[in-house]
Each structure stands twice: as C-alpha cells, then as structure tokens.
C-alpha cells in the first residue's frame, strides 16, 4: 500500500506559477514511477506528467509541454510538479499516481494508488 498526498494548489491568475507536491508513504516510495494528473469539470481525467522511479525518463502531456516540469526526491518520498505560465484551461483537480510497473506510462489505469486530489484554478 502507498497513501499519497498532494497540496500547493490554489487560486492564480493566468501567467502565475504554482508548485504541487505529493508525499507518500508506506511502500518505498522509490519502487514506484509516479504520474500526475488531472481532471476538470464535466472531463474525464487525464494524463499530465510522468516519472520512472530513477528520474531518468520523463513524460509530457502535449498541452503542458514547455510550461509544466515533474520532478521527484525519493529520499523525501516525494514528487512535485513546477507549472509555469499557467493558462485558464490548466483549472483542475490535479491527481498524483504512483504505478509499480517497471516501463513508465501514461495511461491512467495502470496507476494503482491515487491522491486525494488538489484544486487548480487559473482565473484570466
């Protein structure tokens, strides 16, 4: 088992910059490739950023690329996601997953723990 818990969301206006963490305990965090993502009103959920367990390999959604970075410090069980310039369809819950496989992906339904979630809203 892992329990995740993301905070640093809020209220900004578009061009702001905000930077969520996600703790995790239980299982070594290190095992696991993490993902965010997210999921606005009346949206299915969708894939926003991932990471293997070493950093080596990373993934972006297209509509964040050049704006938002995932990073992780396993030794504070951690991972976090910097978003720069942000726009008004960035506004979500945003999600942080942790996935035991070894290929790191961006399909949400290989993920098997999940955070509560953290509001996201842009305003213009």
């Known amino acids: 088992q892992v329990q995740l818990v993301e905070s640093g969301g809020g209220l900004v206006q578009a061009g702001s910059s905000l930077r969520l963490s996600c703790a995790a305990s239980?299982?070594?965090?290190?095992?696991?490739?993490m993902g965010w993502f997210r999921q606005a009103p009346g949206k299915e959920r969708e894939f926003v950023a991932a990471?293997?367990?070493?950093?080596?390999?990373?993934y972006d959604a297209d509509s964040v690329k050049g704006r938002f970075t995932i990073s992780r410090d396993n030794a504070k069980s951690s991972v976090y996601l910097q978003m720069n310039s942000l726009k008004p369809e960035d506004t979500a819950v945003y999600y942080c997953?942790?996935?035991?496989?070894?290929?790191?992906?961006?399909?949400?339904?290989?993920?098997?723990?999940w955070g509560q979630g953290t509001q996201v809203t842009v305003s213009s």
């Open positions: 997953a942790a996935d035991p496989g070894v290929v790191v992906t961006t399909d949400l339904y290989e993920y098997d723990y």
């Open positions: 239980g299982r070594t965090f290190s095992y696991y490739a």
């Open positions: 990471i293997s367990w070493s950093g080596g390999s990373i």
